[in-house]
């Protein structure tokens, strides 16, 4: 007999000590949402590497600005989006309702689009990932917004883009491994045309 400790299940068979019902139990679902969030963040490319004060310059032109835009883009995606989560959550400090609206929602990414498994049936009928996501968008900026903060969160979100936006103008591109078009999580999201 195989010993499977320390491994972490695929499918949804019922536990052993199970309800018969077929679905996963949140100790699944809590395993492979620490699966997945460690190989998110394996694509992460190391903090110094992003900083590296020898590797910045500013652009000759506008093309090769662009071109570097596009290429940081890629190569740098999870930095980036962990940069602009970071600056909205720390502007939402200060306004403790948003920041409990701006968790649940975040819980509710995670469970309803980036974690799950199988597709999601609603009456009986599949909704499709971009159905999911557009709700999920309106659900999230509807709640945002009733909470007052609107301004905030919309200039923080300015902020984090024009950061990442002057890195990516002035970060030298030279440097980069030859899968910087792969993007995170097995190339999904994003790919660098051209």
């Not at 903060?149 to 919309?154: P, Q, Y």
Request: aromatic share 10%; proline share 4%; net charge neutral.
């Amino acid at each position: 007999m195989a010993t499977t400790y320390g491994t972490i299940p695929t499918s949804s068979a019922p536990s052993a000590g199970g309800g018969g019902g077929g679905g996963s139990s949140p100790l699944d679902f809590i395993s492979r949402a620490k699966e997945r969030g460690q190989s998110a963040l394996a694509t992460c490319r190391p903090w110094r590497e992003l900083v590296h004060g020898g590797a910045f310059s500013l652009p000759p032109s506008l093309g090769e600005a662009y071109l570097r835009i596009r290429k940081n883009a890629a190569y740098y995606a999870m930095n980036y989006a962990i940069v602009v989560l970071l600056v909205v959550f720390l502007s939402l400090l200060w306004h403790a309702v948003s920041l409990m609206v701006f968790l649940a929602t975040m819980c509710l990414w995670l469970f309803f689009y980036f974690l799950r498994d199988d597709p999601l049936v609603l009456f009986g009928r599949v909704v499709g990932d971009g159905v999911v996501l557009g709700a999920l968008s309106v659900v999230t900026l509807a709640l945002l917004l009733f909470t007052g903060a609107t301004l905030n969160i919309l200039v923080s979100l300015l902020v984090g883009i024009l950061v990442i936006v002057a890195h990516a103008a002035l970060r030298r591109t030279d440097d980069h491994d030859e899968e910087e078009g792969a993007g995170p999580i097995g190339g999904g999201w994003y790919q660098a045309v051209g």
